[in-house]
C-alpha cells in the first residue's frame, strides 16, 4: 500500500544533524522483525522496518521507506519520495514529505597499522596501550582490555565469548581499522568511566556483531555494511554504507548524560609557622631551602663552607652543619646538592616543633636532575649555590623520581657524623661515585615527599557565599559549616564567578588568601571547583 504523504516541513524535524540518529546509512537501512530500536533512524535513499518491529525514535529517508506488517513507528516518519506499508502498520504521527530530506555523507577515517599478530589466548588477558598494531585476534573466552587514546589495527575479531573493555577515565577510546571488524557471538563490549560516547570503532571495510551479544560504542563504516546479527543489544550508534539489524536485536540510541552538578569545596586550616632544626652536611657541597611544592614561596636557609676543608674536619662533609628556621604550612624542604667529581651524597636529620622527626632515606625523599651546569664546574670548590630564582624555574613542573641509593652511617668511606642522627641514611639519586671518578654535569636537588609541617583541619567554621560581597552571611546565602575535617561544600552551583567566604573567628588573622573571602570561576564541565583557607593565631 502506498501512504499519501502530507505537505508540509512544519511536521519533520528542523534542522536535524547526524548525530540525531542512533542508525544512518548511505544507501540502506534493513531493521528485520521483532527489531526495538529506542532511538531515530535516518537513510540517504531507502530504509526498510520489519514486522513487529518498533522504532521509537524519527524515521527519515532521502528517497523511500518500506514498512512491513505491524511494525510501529512512534515518532515523525518522513521520505523524500514515497512510503509503502503492508496491513497492521501502526504510525503515532501521519507521515510527511519535506523540503527535504538531507544527505550525511561519511568520512573515511585515516589508517595507519602495522605488519603482524596481536593474539590473546583463550581465557587469558590482554593489556594494549594506545598505537599500531596489526591483526588482533582474541580467541573464545579471552579478554582485551584498552585505554584512552587511538589504535589503528589491520583487522580486529573478538572470537564467541569474548570481551573487550576499554578505560575511558582519561578520555574517548578510538580503534581504527583498515580491515574487518568482527565480534563474535556472546561478545560484550563495555565502556567504564564514560558511555557509548566514549568508544568509537571507524572501519574501512565491515563490521559484524555476532548473536546474545552486547555492544557499547560507536561504530562508522563508511563503505562497508553494519551487520547486528539477533537478540544482541548495541547501545550507541551506527552508521555505514548500509545496516543490517537481524530479528530480536534491541538498538539504543546513546543520550548525552546531562551536565554533571557543580559544585564548590574545600577546607578550613590552620596555617601555623612550623620550626624545623635541621643537622645536615653534604658530600661535598650543598644550599638548604624550604618552599613550596610548584617552587613558590621559596627560601635559602644556608650551604656548608666554601673550599675542600671546613667545620673543623679534613673535608668539608665530616661535621654537619645545623639550621634552625620556620617554615610555612605546605613548605618542602629542598637540598641542592652536587659534587666535585670524587664520592657523592647528602645525609641529615630534622625535627619539626620538637617532636617529629625525619631522616634521610629512600622512603621519604625524591629528586630531579637540574638542567643547570654543575656549580663546581664553573667555580670549583669556591663555587656558589644556585641563585634562588633558578632553583624556583627548576622546581616548577619537574618531574619527580625516587631515589635509588642508600647505605648506613658507618659506611666507608664517610664512617659516623657525630651531629647526626644515627638513623640516617647516607642517600644519592643514583650511584655514590668513586674515587677520582668525573663530576656529574648538573646539580641535583631533593625534596621531601610530604610538607614539613602539615595542615591541621579546623572543624566548626562558616563558610558562606557572599552573593551581595558585603562580608555577612545574609539568610537567603548559602551556608556550611566544617566537618572534623574541616571540610565544606556547596552542591548545585550555577556557573559563573562566586566569592567564598568565612565568618572570622576570634584570635585568628587569614593567611592565605589575605582577606576572609576569595572568588572562584565555576565552569560547565569542570563539576568540582576547590576553595581552601589558610588562618593561624598570630
Known sequence: MHLPLLLGAALAQANPALSDYCIHARDQVDIRDQVLVQGAVHSDHSLVVGSVSVVEGAVASGETIFLRSRAHLKSGVSAGVRIDRQDGVVLDRAPVVPDAVPAFPLQAPTVDPVSGWETVPGGRTMYLEPGAYGNLVAYPGASLNLSSGEYHFRSFSIQPGGQLSVDATRGPVRILVSGNVDLGDRTRVEVEGGNATSLAFETLESFRIGTDAQFQGTVVSPRGEIHVYSRTRVTGALRAANVVIEPQAVVV???????????????????????????????????????????????????????????????????????????????????????????????????????????????????????????????????????????????????????????????????????????????????????GGPAEPHYKIFRSKTPAIPRVPLPSWTVFLDRDADGQRDPDEPVAVTNANGEYRFDDIVPGTHRVAYLPQSGWDPVLPAQSWQETTVQEGVPATHVDFLVRHP
Open 253 to 435: 540510541g546513546q543520550v548525552p548524560p546531562p551536565p554533571s552538578p557543580l559544585s564548590i569545596s574545600g577546607s578550613m586550616l590552620d596555617g601555623y609557622v612550623g620550626h624545623v632544626v635541621a643537622h645536615f652536611t653534604a658530600d661535598n657541597h650543598y644550599g638548604l631551602f624550604h618552599g613550596r611544592s610548584d617552587g613558590t614561596g621559596m627560601v635559602f636557609e644556608g650551604r656548608n663552607e666554601k673550599g675542600p676543608y671546613g667545620s673543623g674536619g679534613e673535608q668539608n662533609w665530616q661535621i654537619g652543619e645545623t639550621f634552625e628556621f620556620q617554615v610555612e604550612p605546605d613548605d618542602h624542604l629542598y637540598m641542592v646538592v652536587w659534587d666535585d667529581g670524587q664520592y657523592r651524597m647528602w645525609i641529615g636529620d630534622f625535627t619539626f616543633n620538637g617532636t617529629r622527626r625525619t631522616v634521610s632515606n629512600l622512603q621519604d625523599w625524591e629528586y630531579i636532575t637540574a638542567s643547570g651546569p654543575n656549580p663546581f664546574d664553573l667555580g670549583g670548590a669556591w663555587a656558589d649555590v644556585p641563585a634562588l630564582e633558578e632553583v624556583s624555574r627548576e622546581i616548577a613542573g619537574a618531574q619527580w623520581s625516587d631515589l635509588r641509593s642508600e647505605v648506613p652511617m658507618g659506611t666507608t668511606p664517610w664512617g659516623y657524623i657525630p651531629e647526626i642522627d644515627p638513623a640516617a641514611k647516607f642517600v644519592w639519586a643514583q650511584g655514590f661515585g668513586s674515587l
